[in-house]
């Protein structure tokens, strides 16, 4: 019997590993691609998807014709009645054949929804855009970046951050990024929220408490 339940013990510790790794390599899987794809698409059309402000006349886009960005050389959130380019930069790629799935955004649409932005595996929306949401609070640079979505635990992201970077989510091109409120740091008097263990550039992935809402993202420039 007890070597049964050992056994049975084993097999689901095994079983949990597999799912982890697999969703290690979606997550790896997704930055690379729309890493490989907004490269390609600024290679050949000289400005980033999104803010390409020459979409409507070269890009065969469904509803027709395609968006314009501004061109200002940002892909930016829409602000006081601007198109939101984060959102527009996922039909841009489609469009031009980046991207094997249909994204489309319609004229007015400022929310991420399943039919314009694609998801991570915990069901989180990625995001391209320019901003200093990633590395610790202090950071003030601003970037563009990918961010991988939220809903994913500290676990994984540390094992993705291990892979393809230099394991800490405070420095390198792949680093911490904040999602639905919860900064990086444990929050005061400890409790639920901590994606690290500290508010730093020399922080650590909170692997131990393991948080289940955490996001992240590939720096770009």
Same mark, same amino acid.
């Given at each position: 019997?007890? @070597? ?24 790896? =899987? ?6 490989? !794809? @907004?490269?390609? %698409?600024?290679?050949? +059309?000289?400005?980033?998807?999104? *803010?390409? !402000?020459?979409?409507?006349? #070269? ?15 940002? @892909?930016?959130?829409?602000? !006081? $009645? /601007? ?5 527009? =930069? ?5 469009? /031009? ?5 249909? +994204? ?7 929310? /991420?929804?399943?039919? &314009?932005?694609?998801? #991570?595996? %915990? ?9 200093? &949401?990633?590395?610790?609070?202090? &950071?003030? /640079?601003?970037?563009? #970046? ?9 676990? @994984? ?16 091109? %792949?680093? %911490?990024?904040? +999602?639905?409120?919860? $900064? !990086? ?13 500290? *508010? ?10 393991? +948080? *289940? #809402? ?8």
């Amino acid at each position: 019997m007890v @070597v049964i339940v050992g056994l049975m013990v084993q097999m689901v510790i095994t079983g949990q590993q597999l799912i982890q790794n697999a969703r290690v390599r979606d997550i790896m =899987a997704q930055q690379s691609a729309v890493e490989t !794809a @907004v490269m390609a %698409f600024q290679d050949r +059309y000289h400005q980033l998807p999104g *803010d390409y !402000a020459g979409a409507s006349d #070269n890009i065969p886009c469904d509803p027709s014709p395609c968006m314009n960005g501004n061109g200002n050389g940002h @892909v930016e959130a829409g602000t !006081a $009645g /601007a198109i939101h380019e984060e959102i527009l =930069a996922w039909q841009h790629l489609y469009a /031009a054949g980046y991207l094997s799935i249909s +994204y489309r955004m319609l004229t007015g649409e400022t929310t /991420a929804t399943p039919l &314009n932005t694609p998801r #991570n595996v %915990f069901g989180g929306y990625l995001e391209l855009g320019y901003d200093a &949401n990633w590395g610790y609070s202090g &950071n003030g /640079a601003t970037r563009h #970046n990918i961010k991988t979505g939220n809903y994913v635990t500290a676990a @994984v992201l540390g094992e993705v951050d291990r892979k393809i970077d230099d394991g800490q989510p405070g420095s390198g091109r %792949f680093q %911490f990024s904040r +999602y639905a409120g919860f $900064g !990086a740091a444990p929050p005061a008097g400890g409790g639920a929220g901590a994606c690290t263990d500290a *508010d730093t550039a020399m922080a650590s992935w909170d692997v131990k408490a393991n +948080y *289940d #809402n955490c996001g992240a993202t590939t720096l770009l420039y």
